[in-house]
């Protein structure tokens, strides 16, 4: 390649550019020279450096999430990508337009078996992406890139894989960039309107309707549609149920918000219509006896993924539409019909789930306790606050006393991809720096990417990071009860005991501001002082060992 | 399943003792409430609890590569195996017989995508496995994972994937233990005599022979039949190049013991026959002109993979064999033959070896210097001073330096899997109590595995890390600075600072005792602390940030 050419590695930055792409969170080796160079002229373009890949995946997850727009990671052949992908699956589930860029040596060097090659790097990002594809030859990069953006924005949305051998990104590359606007997805899908007539006359007949508001609500900019929704129909509103739970999709604060979906509730159990909007339906943790839908109700699914309906359990009506759109259909189509007249139950529905606080763990002196945490931390939360969650064991009490206002006061995991929220909780900051982000992790998924730390302090990302430090994998303790074997009769739980760790000081050596409390009434000044510094902090609270969650 | 039976969680543990494992490095979730129930009743087995996968994997493989032995992790569905594949990766090309456990859901709930499912989660340890396998029936436990185990110590050994779902693992599993005395192979291959007879005439009649040591002479305990053959022939030794580099086949201690193979060198550039002894020929680090042979010299591949012979490129003799059956008969054959006179520039070849520092680092005021370092850790390795090198830019220095006497004075990887030293170091202490372990790390390849330091903490497992701290991915400048663009001539380079981490605050944070060094001379007396200390230690040593590598 001549000085004059454009290299490939240039034409891949110069196609970013087109599509609006401002930074690329990375962890780079050296097949990643000629992008890296393209951007040394671009001083516009960001190149966040991230120390490991689970933490350059999931900022751009977390900034994908917060922007709605395209977030690219760029990683360094298999053992990068590898090293990625339990939080690339947190992309998935949230479906995240994440393009996931991997340099890998070059062609003759793959067929050589050579340094970092194995066969078809690609095909182990297949269970997280919507598509994977190396790219052949260097003027195709552009047109490669292209369709891999373009495809990542395409609903259902979610992560590509692009492959960017060394030989094609310095090689050159004449090919022009292709016009974005001639390829960026804007169609939205209206419904089908039978099943909305459907659903109408369900729901206008219904007694006890149940409106359920999935992920997808917030991701489609429904909210307001699914309030307006529910005031017509004078309906209760949940959340999805903890364990499918990414983002809310009704406000807390709302009046007809009634807490989380669960068939079990006796408020949920005596539902006979049940709305699911932009739910996953369901994700399940342990084996099922039934579907989680109270008996003899009926069961309308509204998603903009036809994938998804009845792709476990049957629905009695499905529609298939971008939920805005249907949402908006569905509450004009009950204008022409006679609706219910107003469920007067739905006060005491939303005072019977603020009342119940769940299953409490036990007082004990000297040590504090993870309901006194999540009380104190939803004090804390403010209209602006963006709440990351990312912890196993206090999960689900988190999610059930935090304020959830849609879009971005809340955003959590059903992946399973421990640590996801020390790389999202950046990506979500830096998406919207006008909010405040507090990612609240346990000490075990705090393990998985303390990577983190380092890029907040190293760009002054002022994330505040609140880690309930238990100095246990309580969750594997509470497995071992569930099991109700040997461990449990001997009071001897293997793989449960974490202790030892101070992550205060781990934090400090990432240049982090950090602060280690030992009760739940020190969490105002802590934060007082985490607010009043610039730059990101850390709050480590210390809680029981042996409370191993509900 | 009633309290009077088997599970089949209870079954996988039998089968590993009968093995003879004692202990699972793993990282569990509640898919694993079985297993971990049942070796509460086996106090003599040991479950090493690492906060992060990589770990598990890396331990694995040090504790494999230290006993010949199978080793095991044990990890939490397929978002576990994927934070350990990078680590596989090395547990791959050092041939570990690392058996991969990893507990999945329940079959109904895979069926269902449940929570923390994907498809067919062993694809993912494809390309670093030799064989996965989803256990289906209860019963089939023992025989399945007593298949796996002696498929991993099979040659050519490597790691072999099993998933094990959960409802298997809690049912009633009635099927006896196999006997592994039936099944443990034993088998060593024998030469071909006519590619021994070949060879032995290319060697008698060559005028300057070479033998190259390659790793699989240490795991077959082939070390001493190589001497000997060496001494017989009066030929020069060098181990395998840096790229491939696993762990020594040759004393660097011995007289024929002449440095690093490396066809440019002038003294290895007019050898006219080279042995290949157990090497793998090549892994390429770039795409090369021609095969790294010097022009004109016969090649003879000997090597236990029959795979590895002529993979790449042509040999003139290729010999399939067990390294130590095939050096023997060599040897024996050579005894009948007119021997070469010896050669008198083996003391040269050697000299200049070791009087070839390589190229050096500037010295530069204020900054200590990785040449520095390494001389200063080359006096304080002892013979039974085990040194895990997992260094990126200082990996060639170090390799060139640190004495390498097989089988165990020098591990390494050529796998590419950065921070694979931090667990592999573990697994080689626990492997060899009496030898002492020194893990030499840079900053960037630390990052890759910190969690590593609490399990030195948790177990007591006495290693001493050094972390060469240059603040800086050099590998990544080093690659701008060959790409030779726009950030070369502007001398920025992005994806290059990692600066401001103070990793002995880190190791504290952990529970190891830490100390930050800024010279080199200050190396022997932290060294001294660090073996006082009982427990594990990490030195931190500060050096120039823009040095970027040979």
Redesign the interface.
């Known amino acids: 390649m001549s000085e004059s050419e454009r290299?490939g590695g240039r034409a891949v930055l110069e196609t970013l550019l087109a599509w609006g792409v401002r930074r690329v969170f990375?962890c780079?080796?050296?097949?990643?020279?000629?992008f890296?160079?393209?951007?040394?002229?671009h001083p516009d373009f960001e190149?966040v450096?991230t120390?490991?890949e689970?933490v350059a995946v999931s900022a751009a997850d977390g900034y994908a999430r917060g922007t709605g727009e395209l977030a690219v990671a760029y990683l360094h052949?298999?053992?990068?990508l590898?090293?990625s992908?339990?939080h690339l699956?947190a992309a998935r589930l949230a479906r995240s337009p994440v393009v996931v860029l991997t340099g890998l040596k070059?062609a003759?060097?793959q067929s050589?078996?050579?340094?970092?090659c194995?066969?078809?790097t690609g095909?182990?990002a297949?269970?997280?992406v919507k598509h994977q594809w190396q790219s052949l030859r260097a003027d195709d990069l552009p047109e490669d890139l292209n369709r891999a953006l373009r495809l990542a924005l395409t609903e259902p949305t979610g992560p590509v894989w692009v492959g960017l051998s060394q030989?094609l990104m310095?090689a050159a590359c004449e090919t022009p960039v292709p016009d974005p606007e001639r390829y960026r997805p804007r169609a939205r899908t209206a419904p089908d309107p039978r099943q909305v007539r459907q659903a109408a006359e369900l729901l206008a007949t219904a007694r006890r309707p149940l409106l359920v508001a999935g992920a997808e609500v917030a991701r489609h900019g429904a909210v307001a549609e699914l309030v307006a929704l529910s005031e017509r129909l004078g309906a209760p509103v949940v959340n999805e149920d903890r364990?499918t739970f990414e983002r809310p999709g009704f406000p807390s604060s709302h009046p007809n918000y009634a807490g989380l979906y669960d068939a079990k509730r006796p408020t949920v159990a005596d539902r006979d219509v049940i709305l699911f909007a932009g739910c996953r339906c369901f994700?399940?943790?342990?084996?099922?006896g039934r579907p989680d839908v109270p008996d003899g109700s009926r069961v309308i699914h509204l998603h903009s993924d036809a994938g998804e309906i009845g792709?476990?359990y049957g629905v009695d009506v499905g529609i298939v539409a971008d939920e805005r759109l249907a949402l908006a259909r569905l509450r004009s189509e009950l204008d022409g019909q006679r609706g219910p007249a107003g469920d007067d139950r739905v006060a005491a529905m939303r005072a019977e789930f603020l009342a119940d606080s769940g299953p409490l763990p036990p007082e004990r002196d000297g040590v504090e306790n993870v309901a006194a945490v999540a009380e104190a931390l939803a004090r804390l939360v403010a209209d602006d606050t963006t709440v990351v969650g990312d912890a196993t064991t206090t999960g689900a009490i988190l999610l059930r006393r935090l304020p959830q206002d849609p879009p971005h006061q809340h955003h959590t995991t059903?992946?399973?991809?421990?640590g996801w929220g020390m790389g999202a909780a950046l990506g979500l900051k830096l998406a919207r720096p006008e909010r405040e982000v507090i990612a609240v992790l346990g000490d075990?998924a705090f393990?998985?990417s303390?990577?983190a730390l380092?890029v907040a302090?190293?760009y002054r990302i002022p994330v505040t990071y609140v880690v309930i430090n238990n100095e246990s994998?309580a969750?594997?303790a509470?497995?071992?009860r569930?099991?109700g074997?040997?461990?449990v009769k001997?009071g001897?739980?293997?793989?449960k005991?974490?202790?030892?760790?101070?992550?205060?000081?781990?934090?400090?050596?990432?240049?982090v501001f950090a602060q280690r409390l030992h009760r739940a009434d020190a969490l105002p000044a802590a934060m007082a002082k985490a607010r009043a510094h610039p730059g990101p902090a850390l709050i480590e609270i210390m809680t029981d060992p042996d409370y191993l969650g509900p």
Chains 1, 2 share one sequence.
């Open positions: 290299s990375t780079p080796g050296s097949t990643e020279a000629s890296l160079d393209a951007t040394v002229d190149v450096l120390p490991h689970s052949t298999h053992v990068g590898a090293n992908l339990a699956n070059p003759r060097l050589h078996r050579g340094f970092t194995v066969p078809d095909r182990l297949e269970p997280y030989d310095n364990r994700t399940e943790f342990e084996v099922p792709a476990i059903s992946s399973g991809s421990l075990g393990q998985f303390p990577q380092w302090a190293r994998y969750a594997v509470a497995a071992l569930r099991y074997g040997t461990a001997r001897v739980y293997p793989g005991d974490l202790s030892g760790i101070d992550v205060a000081a781990i934090a400090r050596g990432y240049g």
